[in-house]
């Protein structure tokens, strides 16, 4: 044991969640124009016969692999034909156009390196559970090829003791379909490009535009401002910027008739998003609907947004990009519900100390004040949140993530004033948590890390990250953690 821990027990469950390289979503291959034009080419000088043998076969080891396989070549085609601005494509038949869309389609295993940092909340329906139970989903941070992270889910049922019964994952794997924000706001836009330090060699794209516009309409700004300004670095990297933001404000549904372990939120383009890190779900409630609500970091090879995902089914989510100078930095988590007449949310903002932020508007975050700093040895690096606060009738039970010696993460605990939660009116003086031997190997070693937690029946059950790379499950009683509380 690489830290002493608290005398609070910790009750691990014989599950271990582990990369599952075979799944896998079809993906569209990118290639160079000349390049494609000349596959096309080939394709179309095949026999006839041989085309639909080829085509046949393609169907016949991939169709068990993917969801209306079909659809995503033709999808595809479509794609290629229109960049390639190749009409007289048009004119082909369906199965030709389904053969030159696998040419221009290859598979992506989701899982293949990592399934860590996950997050789990209620289920929204809790159909087929026994009194005492519970019927929860937990999210997970896939990472595969390239390090591309994206969001998949699991679900199972808690038992009242807090124990987990896992549902069996579906084999096969399906991206949303993405829906285009109708319209966006030029201040908010602003704003963004400004605390991302990208403003400035493209301001002049803003002058053509009204307060409030679609994505069309900047498309076609950006396109005259290319006309009348010459291009340098600078000035292709912020477009390229403002190009991913606009893109990182829109809408996903998934089908009805999917399971949750068969949905995947991924980054839409590599041009565009590379990665979704992190999602910290909570069930945000108004008063009167329960809204679950994700932030995470999206980010595009040099630049980080933070984001947030909303949605009340699982199958249809909104996703918005945060704004205001609170919206920085990695590890933003927000409480589940309004304090005062505002919402909350902890944060990092300076990848150091703990920070709590007030807001009037749910995507927009200013004035982060300081909570707490480093105070343990086990700690002294950063101290940032291990998931949203969690309601108890003593306080804001606030798991957190520290970083010591080594570099070794650790999970603690502090408690908020219910009313008041600026005032810490508790905390554990070892960590709750600590990489064990056998949890020490992995992408990157010494780490236990969790992205939220939930409280069932007097028990905190929480899904944590092995060292980067897998994941598990533990169970305290939340009383022990509230009596082992000591003053600040």
């Known amino acids: ?57 393609i169907l016949r080891n991939y169709e068990h ?14 794609k290629v034909k229109e960049e390639l601005k190749k009409k007289d494509l048009e004119g082909l038949s369906i199965e030709n156009k389904l053969l030159i869309g696998a040419y221009f389609t290859h598979e992506y295993s989701i899982e293949a390196a990592a399934l860590f940092n996950p997050s789990i909340v209620a289920d929204p329906f809790q159909n087929h559970t026994k009194p005492g139970e519970l019927k929860v989903i937990i999210s997970f941070r896939a990472v595969g090829e390239g390090h591309m992270s994206s969001v ?6 808690l038992d009242k003791t807090g124990n987990i019964r896992m549902k069996e994952t579906s084999p096969v794997v399906e991206r949303a379909e993405v829906i285009e924000s109708p319209e966006y706001n030029k201040a908010n836009f602003i704003m963004k490009m400004k605390e991302i330090k990208e403003y400035e060699p493209v301001k002049d794209i803003f002058d053509q535009l009204l307060d409030d516009f679609n994505l ?26 403002l190009d991913w933001l606009a893109k990182s404000n829109y809408q996903i549904k998934f089908d009805v008739d999917t399971d949750i372990s068969q949905r995947v939120i991924f980054p839409r383009a590599q041009t565009d998003i590379k990665a979704i890190e992190d999602v910290r779900f909570t069930p945000f409630n108004d008063g009167s609907n329960i809204t679950y609500c994700g932030t995470y970091t999206a980010y595009n090879g040099f630049s980080i947004l933070p984001q947030l995902l909303e949605t009340r089914d699982f199958y249809n989510f909104q996703i918005n990009t945060l704004t205001g100078s609170g919206s920085q930095n990695k590890g933003m988590a927000l409480f589940p519900e309004k304090i005062n007449g505002k919402y909350a949310m ?24 300081l909570l707490r700093e480093p105070r343990y040895e086990w700690e002294f690096v950063q101290i940032g949140n291990s998931g949203p606060p969690l309601k108890t009738e003593k306080g804001w039970l606030v798991l957190t993530h520290a970083v010591g010696p080594m570099r070794t993460y650790t999970i603690g605990a502090l408690l908020l ?10 905390e554990i003086r070892e960590p709750l948590l600590v990489p064990e031997e056998e949890e020490r190997n992995g992408y990157v070693p010494n780490v236990v890390y969790s992205c939220g937690g939930i409280i069932h029946n007097g028990y905190l059950v929480l899904p944590y990250a092995v060292s980067d790379s897998r994941s598990g499950i533990v169970k305290f009683k939340v009383k022990d953690i509230l009596d082992h509380m000591s003053s600040p």
């Open 152 to 157: 998949v889910f699991r679900s199972g049922i």
């Open 65 to 78: 692999r993917h969801k209306n396989l079909k659809r995503i070549l033709k999808n595809n085609f479509d």
């Open 346 to 369: 902890i944060s990092r903002n300076d990848n150091v100390n703990l920070y709590i932020m007030f807001s009037d508007n749910i995507h927009h975050w200013e004035k982060p004040l």
């Open 417 to 426: 004033d219910l009313k008041d939660p600026l005032k810490i009116i508790g």
């Open 1 to 57: 044991m690489l830290h002493p821990r608290s005398q609070i027990k910790a009750i691990k469950q014989d599950i271990s969640f582990k990369p599952d390289e075979s799944k896998v979503i079809a993906k569209r291959l990118h290639l160079e124009k000349e390049r494609s034009l000349k596959i096309i080419e080939q394709i179309c000088g095949m026999p006839k016969d041989k085309r639909q043998d080829l085509l046949n076969q």
């Open 216 to 241: 069309n309409e900047l498309n076609a700004a950006i396109k005259r401002f290319k006309k009348n300004n010459s291009s340098n670095d600078r000035v292709n990297r912020a477009l390229q910027n």
